[in-house]
């Protein structure tokens, strides 16, 4: 075994957190891996990292060699993968997407139609993508989390904007109802949520509606789209992503209720990758395809 492996394999544990992670990530057993970190060990003289129930933590001794190679190691990867060239007649690349499920289903589903790899899609928070991300078990990931990795690169995408929208049989309030008098009227309805806590919403009620949210919760449900389901069957209101319910709004199945595009201020989705697969075509295109337009914000309320 070269000590080029060495340093991967070493790299790989770093980046996964554990023995187990680094060797699903570079396709070997647990024990070579192992193996491999100690013949490393041995020649450092030192240990590169500390043992631990939930993994592995590195010394001071590992994070200095860490940042000695690599950076070496993803140059020699990107140069590896040139002189590989393109897949073979009758083959594609394939690119593992990570993301929020609403986020593909409103969105990305529709903008990557066509592409000319395959698509392999995992759900997920932003700090779980990002980690998949960093260790290799992902291509790109969308975020609102900025990812801090030193081994990742972002691009921006497109702003999210907000909707309060209600049934379609719902007598709305008049636009020019004091916002004191809409709080109140707001808070006599029932409400869909996407959690108890209702950051958006509760957000919205201090700052704009200067009063407390004491709205009836009808139903909690952690899916967007559920979310606006039942929001479309007359459970109540909620604020969610405007890109969600475009589509609803325009065939008439729930409609908006008071205007918030201006007062929510959504976060910004990210395109993650690792910094090795900046040049990647397929990276590339993904970040292209989904840049631009109003993109749905992070789980609603």
């Not at 140069?79 to 060239?85: A, E, P, T």
């Amino acid at each position: 075994m070269s000590q080029l492996e060495w340093y991967r394999n070493f790299v790989a544990v770093y980046r996964a957190g554990s023995v187990s992670g680094a060797a699903k990530m570079r396709h070997l057993t647990q024990p070579a891996v192992s193996q491999q970190l100690a013949a490393l060990e041995d020649v450092v003289g030192v240990p590169l990292f500390l043992r631990t129930p939930r993994g592995v933590q590195p010394t001071a001794r590992g994070q200095a060699l860490y940042h000695q190679v690599f950076d070496a190691l993803d140059q020699l990867e990107r140069v590896s993968r040139g002189l590989r060239g393109r897949p073979a007649p009758g083959s594609s690349p394939t690119v593992r997407l990570g993301a929020p499920p609403e986020y593909f289903h409103a969105f990305a589903l529709e903008r990557l139609g066509g592409a000319d790899f395959k698509l392999i899609v995992h759900f997920g928070e932003d700090r779980e993508l990002l980690s998949m991300l960093e260790v290799g078990a992902l291509d790109v990931a969308v975020t609102t989390l900025k990812p801090t990795a030193k081994t990742l690169q972002h691009r921006p995408l497109a702003h999210k904007h907000f909707a309060l929208i209600g049934p379609p049989n719902l007598s709305p309030p008049p636009i020019t109802l004091p916002l004191a008098d809409l709080a109140a009227w707001l808070n006599a309805q029932p409400w869909v949520s996407y959690s108890q806590e209702l950051p958006n919403t509760r957000r919205f009620w201090q700052q704009h509606l200067r009063a407390r949210f004491e709205a009836r919760l009808s139903v909690v449900v952690p899916d967007l789209r559920s979310v606006l389901r039942a929001v479309e069957l007359g459970y109540g209101l909620s604020i969610v992503p405007e890109l969600l319910c475009r589509e609803s709004l325009a065939q008439g199945r729930v409609q908006e209720v008071w205007p918030v595009r201006d007062l929510i201020h959504g976060e910004q989705w990210l395109l993650s990758f690792r910094v090795v697969d900046s040049d990647r075509t397929e990276v590339i295109q993904v970040g292209d395809a989904l840049t631009g337009w109003d993109a749905p914000g992070p789980p609603g309320d």
